[in-house]
């Protein structure tokens, strides 16, 4: 008798570790999201053939959203081709004195430096150019 209850629990550790084995083979050690990450650090984009292109909340953002640089007291920003001017107060500018930028008796000084505000009011976005948008041409 005391070698069938060995049998037995012998049989029933087999059948233990068969389902535990069976079950453990069905998970999958990483997601597909995970090797597209280790891979992605590793390739270059430029190899891959295609750049990242923006996400849906970046185009909203900058589509919605408008770049003001703040120099000395003044603040300054372009809207609908408008460049706009402002007295400016700890980082904040004061709407009511908003108003277009005259530019007919300005000095060469006064235009180099709005010449400059552009640029850099320009910088990393891809819209401002006013070219067609075509990096290939």
């Given amino acids: 008798m005391p070698d069938l209850s060995i049998l037995v629990l012998t049989l029933l550790a087999c059948w233990y ?3 535990n084995i069976k079950a453990s083979s069905k998970k999958s050690k990483y997601r597909q999201s995970d090797v597209h990450k280790v891979v992605k ?4 984009q430029d190899y891959l053939g295609h750049s990242s292109q923006q996400s849906q909340s970046e ?4 589509k919605n959203s408008i770049r003001v640089i703040f120099l000395e007291d003044k603040a300054y920003w372009v809207v ?8 400016a ?6 709407r009511e004195t908003a108003q277009p930028i005259n ?5 060469k000084e006064e235009i180099d430096k709005l010449l ?3 640029d850099k009011l320009g910088n990393g976005s891809s819209n401002d150019s ?3 948008g075509n990096k290939r041409l």
């Fill in 17 to 19: 570790i068969l389902i």
């Fill in 41 to 44: 650090s590793i390739i270059e």
């Fill in 59 to 62: 185009k909203h953002a900058e």
């Fill in 80 to 87: 609908n081709n408008v460049f706009y001017c402002a007295n």
């Fill in 89 to 94: 107060v700890n980082g904040t500018f004061d």
């Fill in 103 to 107: 530019t007919e008796n300005i000095t």
């Fill in 116 to 118: 400059f505000i552009l």
């Fill in 130 to 132: 006013g070219g067609s």
